[in-house]
């Protein structure tokens, strides 16, 4: 079986990017680069990590990327980058087109697709479906309320999850992290109820090193430049100063790991219109890297329970009240921690995810 994935990037990490491959000379340079800083590794098939032949990966939308592998194939720099992923494909002889990336690249892209594609598949968590994904075969991913929305669409539909990435393994765990409490996410017009747990719990500083990394959105980016906080109009898009005061650039990759190996506790939430369901990336990322992972109340993807993996809160004041309580009784939070993190390098395994892609492609 012939699998091509082909997985996005957006802007915020372009920028890191960049920088990683700006003294890589060929496209295979740059891909290597793009898998050794492990961005979107929980979601990268077993098949390619591990460099088997018959398992491609492209970033279809990183320019720099897809124009280096074009000029190497003789394609002209005019191409645009749906033509140099389909050819892409095409040069691969791929059987399974596996798109991480179907908003950009949605189902009108399916008819030119080499003959050679026999089964296609995308990957959308998106709560509310108004994209164009029909005429996939299937729409994967770990929500079934979710799954049951893209099938009332016209979907066809099939659970699918992300993995533990084995680059997540943390050696001789120290005893004391630094960080007390971590937050890695984005801080938009879209997480009002976020913006409330993160208001309370950043109230444990500066007694405790918490440590927030925002990906912001436009008009918060917008609202907090010199001459703009003063005017009136903005000022529900600012960020509280407490958590402006315990605010750090985003991060991702490889940093991302370091810093969520570097946190006793991993604070997360769901965006305002996620409804009851759980089991975001960051949830799969914390545990991975063995720290306690502490969200909100819902329903989650087997094996992560509460006060037995995780930890669950029900609002900001119980956020606040849990997390203080995890701080004191370090048995408790290690023991949950540790039990988290095994479970999910067992049931979550690279091997347990690819066997089930595999099914599933069949």
């Not at 979710?146 to 016209?154: F, Q, R, S, T």
């Not at 009136?232 to 750090?248: G, N």
């Not at 940093?255 to 975001?280: C, F």
Request: hydrophobic share 40%; charged share 25%; with cysteine.
């Amino acid at each position: 079986m012939r699998i091509f994935q082909n997985v996005g990037i957006y802007p915020s990490y372009a920028t890191r990017l960049s920088g990683l491959i700006k003294n890589v000379q060929d496209h295979r340079g740059m891909l290597a680069a793009f898998l050794d800083d492990r961005f979107e590794a929980t979601h990268l098939l077993e098949g390619v990590l591990n460099k088997n032949p018959a398992c491609v990966l492209s970033v279809g939308n990183c320019e720099p990327f897809q124009k280096k592998w074009a000029s190497e194939h003789g394609i002209g720099k005019k191409a645009s980058l749906l033509s140099i992923l389909l050819a892409q494909i095409e040069e691969h002889r791929a059987e399974v087109f596996y798109n991480l990336d179907p908003v950009r690249f949605d189902d009108r892209i399916l008819k030119q697709l080499p003959a050679c594609v026999k089964r296609t598949i995308a990957w959308s968590a998106a709560p509310t479906p108004h994209m164009r994904f029909q005429g996939y075969d299937l729409i994967v991913n770990n929500f079934p309320g979710i799954l049951k929305k893209y099938a009332d669409k016209g979907c066809r539909t099939a659970y699918f999850f992300p993995s533990y990435d084995p680059e997540m393994l943390v050696k001789d765990d120290a005893m004391d992290r630094p960080i007390d409490i971590l937050f890695v996410g984005c801080y938009s017009r879209h997480h009002l109820r976020r913006s409330g747990i993160l208001e309370a719990v950043a109230k444990l500083a500066p007694a405790k090193n918490v440590c927030y990394h925002f990906a912001m959105g436009r008009l918060n980016r917008l609202a907090e430049l010199p001459g703009i906080e003063k005017i009136d109009a903005f000022e529900k898009y600012r960020r509280p100063q407490s958590i402006r005061a315990v605010a750090q650039p985003a991060i991702f990759g490889r940093d991302l790991y370091r810093a969520l190996k570097s946190a006793k506790i991993v604070l997360n939430a769901a965006v305002d219109m996620a409804g009851s369901e759980r089991g975001n990336i960051r949830c799969f990322e914390a545990m991975g890297c063995g720290a306690l992972l502490l969200s909100d109340s819902g329903s989650y993807p087997e094996g992560m329970t509460s006060n037995e993996t995780l930890v669950t809160y029900q609002t900001s004041e119980d956020a606040l009240h849990v997390a203080k309580e995890l701080l004191v009784n370090h048995d408790l939070r290690r023991r949950i921690a540790n039990a988290g993190h095994q479970m999910l390098v067992h049931r979550y395994s690279k091997t347990a995810q690819w066997a089930a892609f595999k099914a599933l492609a069949a």
